[in-house]
């Protein structure tokens, strides 16, 4: 123990606190019960229903369904004129523009609403650009079930303004094989030709990317070629689908009965991934393989060809006798 100086005077005797200055204690404590109606009142804080004015929110940012049109915008209008807005849509501050924001999703409700002149009940949301991205594909895949080629043209704004490919995966819950047959089927298949066709919910994947890699492989103007379907006597977009499928397959059926050549015969994997395709000619026959399909296999058939050529031949040789 530390001995006291003895020249020094002794310290003067301390003197209690005041009631002023003493540490107030809370009127709740912020254990057990209360500390539990605290975290909940916090909770119902910030999941409370805010209404905005349309005019303080910004509709931009990638859409994840085709455009809506007037009619199904009325229709909604007329719904929430009678029952009002029972479903709110997410906001999120724009920190550049204080008390503006911007729309996470509920773009087709927040327009209804403009149109309506009604206040919009809103969520509001502090999140970045990653978290309203996957905030935004969530509620809409539980809610609305985008179509293929929705959620394919959608995947492309994403990867077009710089979102990594975990977090376009994250928001529509897909794997990486899907994510590059979307984004394939969106970069072959113009913005412009999927605007006419519409949504076409009842066209799949498989039809889609059998457009896509006959464009591709064949080098069609697709957008020359849906100039001359008559999309706006079709109402159905499935039926425009079809229209243009059929486009595409007469103008594949010309070149080949000119030439004497047979279409492209495709080879599928048990789940539909195209592995190859063969092209008879009366003089050849061409085995093409995609290197984006099936990675890894067209470079080790590259380096193993020959060997693998040459077993293939024995055994045709062989059923010969």
């Known amino acids: 123990m530390a001995r006291r100086n003895l020249f020094q005077p002794p310290p003067p005797p301390a003197t209690p606190p005041s009631e002023e200055s003493k540490p107030q204690k809370s009127r709740f404590p912020n254990t057990g019960a209360m500390s539990g109606v605290r975290s909940t009142l916090k909770d119902l804080s910030a999941n409370a229903v805010r209404e905005?004015?349309?005019?303080l929110i910004d509709d931009g940012g990638p859409n994840d369904r085709l455009a809506f049109g007037d009619a199904e915008v009325a229709a909604l209008a007329a719904s929430i004129r009678e029952?009002?807005?029972?479903?709110?849509?997410?906001?999120?501050?724009l920190p550049e523009q204080p008390g503006r924001f911007k729309v996470v999703y509920g773009r087709r409700r927040l327009r209804a609403l403009r149109s309506l002149g009604l206040t919009a009940k809103a969520l509001v949301r502090s999140l970045s650009d990653e978290e309203a991205i996957l905030a935004q594909g969530h509620e809409n895949s539980q809610r609305l079930d985008p179509s293929f080629i929705e959620k394919a043209l959608f995947i492309r704004e994403l990867s077009d303004a710089g979102y990594t490919s975990d977090v376009v995966m994250d928001a529509l819950a897909i794997d990486k094989p899907m994510l590059s047959r979307m984004n394939k089927v969106a970069r072959v298949i113009s913005s412009n030709?999927?605007?006419?066709?519409?949504?076409?919910?009842?066209?799949?994947?498989?039809?889609?990317?059998?457009?896509?890699?006959?464009?591709?492989?064949?080098?069609?103007?697709?957008?020359?070629?849906?100039?001359?379907v008559q999309f706006a006597a079709i109402p159905s977009s499935d039926a425009r689908f079809?229209?243009?499928?059929?486009?595409?397959?007469?103008?594949?059926?010309?070149?080949?009965?000119?030439?004497?050549?047979?279409?492209?015969?495709?080879?599928?994997?048990?789940?539909g991934t195209?592995?190859?395709?063969?092209?008879?000619?009366?003089?050849?026959?061409?085995?093409?393989?995609?290197?984006?399909?099936v990675p890894g296999f067209a470079d080790w058939l590259e380096e193993n060809a020959e060997a693998e050529l040459l077993r293939i031949y024995d055994l045709w040789k062989a059923k010969q006798g």
């Open 52 to 55: 905005i004015s349309p005019d």
């Open 83 to 93: 029952h009002g807005q029972q479903v709110p849509i997410m906001v999120r501050p």
């Open 193 to 228: 030709v999927i605007q006419q066709v519409g949504p076409a919910h009842g066209i799949g994947r498989r039809r889609w990317e059998e457009m896509a890699d006959a464009v591709r492989d064949n080098e069609l103007d697709l957008d020359a070629l849906a100039n001359g």
């Open 242 to 271: 079809e229209q243009l499928a059929q486009a595409v397959s007469t103008r594949l059926r010309g070149p080949a009965q000119a030439t004497g050549t047979s279409p492209a015969l495709p080879i599928l994997l048990k789940d």
């Open 274 to 293: 195209r592995l190859a395709e063969l092209r008879p000619t009366a003089r050849a026959l061409t085995l093409k393989l995609s290197r984006t399909e």
